[in-house]
């Protein structure tokens, strides 16, 4: 597919999914069993001593991260997104905030900034749709000054997945996916993109089918057969890694936190 294609794709995907995103994510991530304010209080942390500085996130959606980042840090933040809708809902959400955030529709194969132009960037639970992840954190690398931060969060496939079960399973109820990273691999990239990762976490939580079905599957017309037949394929050392049952599996979550080095990527 190429990458325009696959681009119209995702921004077909979340004009429709808009509207519900902020519902779906807070069922899993606020759930008992969820993560999301430890993934928050990592983000906020990492971008400490950033008041008034300029922060760059890359795939800003529907403000989820932005809100937290501005009530908290208050930077002078740009948030970069393909989806004009999400734009809508994180322009709303941050309305009190309009003079320090800039809410930019863009692409991140083509950002639009000068060399370090950014103090820090973020990147969350968007890497997964890039058709060149290496190509996307050059060009990042470049965007940040001198010991700049980056914070990546994304799912991440469990470390001994060596069947791609997860990309096997996201393929089946997304037509928006490229690929995930393992932990050790991302922490690989980020090495050879010219950044020093300084601390990595990951972070598991469960998530049911049902949910999984109605987050991605529904806006491609799968069928939920199609899904559940091939939960029941599964083998069983990869049944271990997900924890699956018949109603719901366990997902990874990673969270990098890097800095800008010297060394110029290869
Ligand atoms: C799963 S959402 C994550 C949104 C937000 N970062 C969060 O954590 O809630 C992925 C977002 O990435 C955006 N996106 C996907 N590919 C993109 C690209 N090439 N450039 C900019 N945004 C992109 C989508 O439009 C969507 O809003």
Not at 8 to 13: S, V
Not at 232 to 245: F, M, N, V, W
Request: aromatic share 10%; proline share 3%; hydrophobic share 35%.
């Amino acid at each position: 597919m190429s990458n325009i294609a696959r681009k119209k794709i995702i921004r077909d995907y979340y004009s429709q999914r808009a509207k519900d995103y902020d519902r779906q994510k807070q069922r899993t991530w606020k759930s008992s069993s969820g993560f999301g304010i430890d993934v928050t209080r990592q983000l906020l942390r990492a971008l400490r001593g950033h008041t008034g500085k300029r922060v760059l996130e890359v795939g800003v959606g529907s403000g989820r991260n932005a809100l937290p980042i501005m009530e908290e840090i208050k930077p002078w933040l740009v948030g970069v997104d393909l989806s004009k809708e999400m734009l809508k809902v994180a322009k709303t959400k941050t309305a009190n905030f309009a003079e320090s955030i800039d809410l930019v529709l863009g692409d991140a194969d083509h950002l639009p900034f000068a060399d370090n132009a950014f103090d820090a960037a973020v990147i969350m639970s968007t890497m997964h749709y890039f058709g060149s992840p290496p190509h996307v954190l050059r060009k990042l690398q470049k965007t940040l000054r001198r010991k700049g931060v980056l914070v990546y969060g994304d799912v991440s496939e469990h470390k001994s997945d060596d069947n791609e079960f997860l990309e096997t399973l996201e393929k089946t109820l997304s037509k928006a996916h490229v690929g995930y990273y393992k932990p050790s691999e991302m922490r690989k990239l980020l090495e050879t993109s010219g950044f020093n990762v300084s601390k990595s976490r990951t972070l598991a939580y469960r998530k049911s089918y049902q949910a999984l079905i109605e987050d991605k599957g529904c806006y491609f017309g799968v069928k939920p057969e199609a899904f559940y037949a091939l939960v029941q394929e599964t083998d069983i050392s990869t049944r271990k890694h997900y924890a699956l049952t018949s109603a719901e599996l366990t997902l990874y979550y990673t969270i990098i936190v890097a800095a800008k080095s010297n060394n110029v990527p290869e």
